[in-house]
Structures are given as C-alpha cells and as structure tokens.
C-alpha cells in the first residue's frame, strides 16, 4: 500500500523556521522525483520545490533562498527546510511523488505563519 505522510506543520512566527519531513511506503522512493506542493486558501495548488532521482532540485522563484528541498533513500524520506517564512507561506503542504507512470500525493500538513 502506499503512503505518503507528512508532518512537521503547524504555527511559526514571520521569520521563523519550519521543516516538514514526507515518509514514503509501498514503492521504490528512490526511482522517484519528489515534489512539495502548497495550496493557500481560495487558490490552486502550486509547486514550491523538486528534487529528482539525481538529486537536482528546482524552486519557485518566492522561495529561492529561504527554503530547501532534500531527500534522504535510505529512509524514503523527503524534507523541505523553511527559513525566514513570510505570512504568504501560509498553506497545506503537500507531497508528492512522481515519475512516468505514476503519481502519489500525501494529505497534506498545515503550515500557518502568523504572529
């Protein structure tokens, strides 16, 4: 069965840090591009941040610099680091874990940046 599960969310103050971490279940996390997603209230849900199989990592342009994507096998885990978050970071985060078959998505984890 495969899980994506994320957790890691919940409230930090303007400027604070968060990292959400992704475990992965029931398929071959290392053949896979993982991909963290946001969607805030009212809007679509987007891609923030990617790192595929060899490890390159790719980021919205809104948080170049403040956040970091990495992946770690042997554990099927995949992080996002958030540094010096902003009140528009608010959203779900979800995971998500793609190649050229399929796709997974995680049920997301509630970021809110507030004071």
């Known amino acids: 069965q495969v899980q994506l599960v994320e957790s890691g969310g919940g409230l930090v103050q303007p400027g604070g840090s968060l990292r959400l971490s992704c475990a992965a279940s029931?398929?071959?996390?290392?053949?896979?591009?993982m991909i963290w997603y946001r969607q805030a209230p009212g809007q679509e849900r987007k891609l923030v941040a990617e790192?595929?199989?060899?490890?390159?990592?790719n980021y919205v342009d809104s948080v170049k610099g403040r956040f970091t994507i990495s992946r770690d096998n042997a554990k099927s885990t995949v992080y996002l680091q958030m540094n010096s978050m902003k009140a528009e970071d608010t959203a779900v985060y979800y995971c998500?874990?793609?190649?050229?078959?399929?796709?997974?998505w995680g049920q997301g984890t509630q970021v809110t940046v507030s004071s």
């Open positions: 029931g398929f071959t996390f290392s053949s896979y591009n």
């Open positions: 998500n874990a793609v190649n050229a078959y399929y796709k997974y």
């Open positions: 790192i595929t199989t060899t490890y390159s990592t």
